[in-house]
């Protein structure tokens, strides 16, 4: 029976995390620009943006 490589899950849950974070970030950002206020353009970031399907 395989092993189960405990690193690789963590990875990909840390990078699910940080997918969803991103992409709440920009749909606030979306909604602060919709009201009308000025947002600074954001910083870049080593995440790249969400992928839409």
Same mark, same amino acid.
């Given at each position: 029976?395989?092993? !189960?490589?405990?690193?690789?899950?963590? *990875?990909? *849950? &840390?990078? #699910?995390?940080?997918?969803?974070?991103?992409?709440? *970030?920009? *749909?606030?950002? #979306?909604?602060?620009? /919709?009201? @009308? @206020? #000025? /947002?600074? !353009? +954001? +910083? &870049? =970031? =080593?995440?790249? +943006?969400?992928?839409?399907?």
């Amino acid at each position: 029976m395989p092993q !189960v490589n405990y690193q690789f899950e963590k *990875r990909k *849950r &840390d990078l #699910e995390k940080k997918k969803k974070q991103e992409a709440k *970030r920009l *749909r606030k950002l #979306e909604r602060k620009q /919709a009201q @009308g @206020g #000025e /947002a600074p !353009v +954001p +910083p &870049d =970031s =080593s995440v790249p +943006p969400p992928l839409v399907a």
